[in-house]
């Protein structure tokens, strides 16, 4: 049977889903509306641990800093000196709010400018699914034998949901972002890689709110989504969630760790 929500009219879940604030990097207004299933390392609580080891960390593209504060919350200690950067105005202003109490400060940094840091100033850099990691910055910004640590987001991840709007995509597409290739990229920038795993995670859309909002948030799926662009797709894709029940995709992710050699 379909999910209760699923009887709602096609306007008023479009209209729901379209009005919910995008900023941050908090998922919470999904719950009970879409499931993704989480990796088995743990990323947030991972980190958390190397925080306690390190004295002075950044992070990269934090989004609103959620989890680099529910890292700093969980960490044995933290360093002597966190700094976060953030290329989303809106983002920088909201992990600025919520990281200053804890004594990290945040930095405007836009993708893909050379960070604004000094060579070698930090032994801990971490990311959260960035939208693509700059190795040779990363190399530059480490000092010897510290370490890049991270979650990325794979190859074909929720191809099912963007190919459904977008129609077949070529390799290139489907296949960026491939852990294989990461790990080169890593070696060339000087880095050496000492973990590296991936996995792929069931998702569910149980209403198409969900799936408006998914597009609206993470923006590079379906580049330039808007509701009425896609309006057709979206009406055929609630009748398909309203008879069948929820629509199924998969994400994958790649935990990765690099150091710089001493």
Request: hydrophobic letters at 40%; proline letters at 8%; aromatic letters at 8%.
């Amino acid at each position: 049977m379909g999910h209760p929500r699923s009887h709602r009219s096609f306007e008023d879940l479009v209209a729901e889903g379209a009005a919910v604030p995008t900023d941050g990097w908090d998922f919470s207004w999904f719950e009970g509306r879409a499931t993704e299933a989480r990796p088995s390392w743990g990323y947030a609580v991972s980190l958390a641990q190397k925080l306690a080891g390190a004295t002075a960390a950044l992070d990269l593209q934090t989004g609103g800093g959620e989890v680099l504060d529910f890292a700093l919350g969980h960490a044995p200690k933290a360093p002597a000196l966190t700094v976060a950067t953030e290329g989303w105005a809106p983002n920088v202003a909201k992990a600025a709010a919520l990281l200053r109490p804890r004594g990290v400060a945040v930095v405007a940094s836009p993708e893909p400018d050379p960070l604004p840091f000094a060579d070698g100033a930090f032994d801990l850099v971490s990311s959260r699914h960035p939208v693509q990691a700059h190795w040779t910055e990363i190399a530059r910004v480490l000092e010897p034998g510290g370490s890049y640590f991270a979650q990325h987001v794979g190859p074909h991840s929720v191809v099912e949901l963007v190919e459904y709007f977008l129609g077949p995509q070529p390799d290139d597409v489907r296949n960026g972002r491939d852990p294989k290739r990461e790990r080169a990229d890593a070696e060339a920038a000087g880095l050496e890689v000492v973990d590296l795993r991936a996995e792929e995670l069931r998702i569910e859309f149980h209403d198409i709110a969900a799936v408006v909002h998914f597009l609206r948030k993470v923006i590079w799926m379906v580049p330039g989504f808007t509701v009425e662009a896609y309006e057709p797709q979206l009406r055929s894709l609630h009748r398909r969630i309203q008879d069948e029940g929820p629509f199924v995709a998969h994400s994958t992710r790649h935990l990765i760790e690099a150091r710089k050699p001493r």
